[in-house]
């Protein structure tokens, strides 16, 4: 049973928190945490001493498969563990994934080390933000929908994010079953691919509409917003930076945190540090049904 539980922030999120110093995190209920993530959407575990390795056994209890991502660091020790320590720099609001179809239910985070200052994840729950949105942006985010768009991948390209196989067709194989989404092979054998997908999607749980998705990391890069090739106007940038303020959410990691975020409702990214000695690690993972 867990004993412990207490409110994150100020929305569903929660912690848990060990009873004793040597509480093993593996012991506890798989039943009651899923039914507290499933309810929550964040939870946070501490006290439990969680090292990279214990975050992918943890992780296990409650994943069917995992998922690649070659933006980060691989620690070779565990398999699908990432360090998510690259840069220093803010990471804006963005579901996992975001960009693309094939995208993880669950998002985990272990802290070894927090930075000193700074480094804080960041996280926004999806369904609030949809309530608290101004009609006439939810007109915008209903009627428009949100393009990503690749030239010219290379086949191994690919292949570091999904496992599509060795050959052209084998790869085919795999991108035929992704929904709202389109390629082409180019003569050169690279792939053109493009995903359209509404702003506004349906939690994984309860079935809410959530605005989560990878919009504002777009935004910040430059690229092209909507399916027609535009990007966000001023105003609805200015309305969506307050937003994205009034509603942040933080994480202020003590080493040994365990964080488990549910990626088809909330959106996360981290504040500004400084301190190179930050090492917060993550996997990605589809959750048992
Ligand atoms: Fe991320």
Request: with cysteine.
């Amino acid at each position: 049973m867990i004993s412990k539980i207490e409110s994150l922030g100020t929305g569903t999120g929660k912690i848990v928190s060990s009873t004793n110093d040597c509480e093993d995190i593996l012991r506890l209920s798989q039943e009651e945490i899923l039914e507290l993530f499933k309810s929550s959407g964040v939870v946070l575990f501490r006290g439990f001493g969680v090292t990279p390795i214990v975050m992918k056994q943890f992780s296990k209890k409650f994943s069917c498969s995992y998922l690649k991502d070659p933006t980060k660091t691989s620690i070779e020790s565990v398999d699908f563990v990432n360090s998510v320590d690259n840069g220093m720099d803010a990471s804006p609001p963005h579901t996992e994934h975001g960009a693309n179809p094939y995208q993880p239910d669950v998002i985990w985070f272990c802290c070894q080390t927090p930075a000193q200052e700074g480094g804080e994840t960041l996280f926004w729950d999806g369904v609030q933000l949809w309530k608290e949105m101004s009609k006439h942006l939810k007109q915008l985010f209903v009627e428009k929908k949100l393009k990503f768009a690749f030239e010219n991948v290379p086949l191994d390209i690919l292949n570091q994010w999904i496992d599509g196989g060795e050959t052209i067709d084998d790869c085919k194989q795999v991108l035929d079953n992704f929904e709202d989404f389109s390629y082409q092979i180019n003569e050169d054998s690279t792939f053109s691919l493009k995903y359209i997908r509404s702003a506004v999607v349906k939690t994984k749980y309860g079935n809410q509409d959530a605005f989560a998705n990878f919009l504002w990391a777009s935004h910040t890069r430059g690229w092209e917003i909507f399916e027609d090739g535009s990007k966000l106007s001023n105003e609805v940038a200015d309305e969506l930076q307050k937003l994205y303020d009034k509603f942040t959410q933080e994480i202020s990691w003590q080493a040994g945190d365990l964080a488990m975020i549910d990626n088809s409702r909330f959106m996360h990214g981290r504040r500004k540090f400084k301190d190179n000695r930050r090492r917060v690690f993550t996997t990605i993972a589809k959750i048992l049904d």
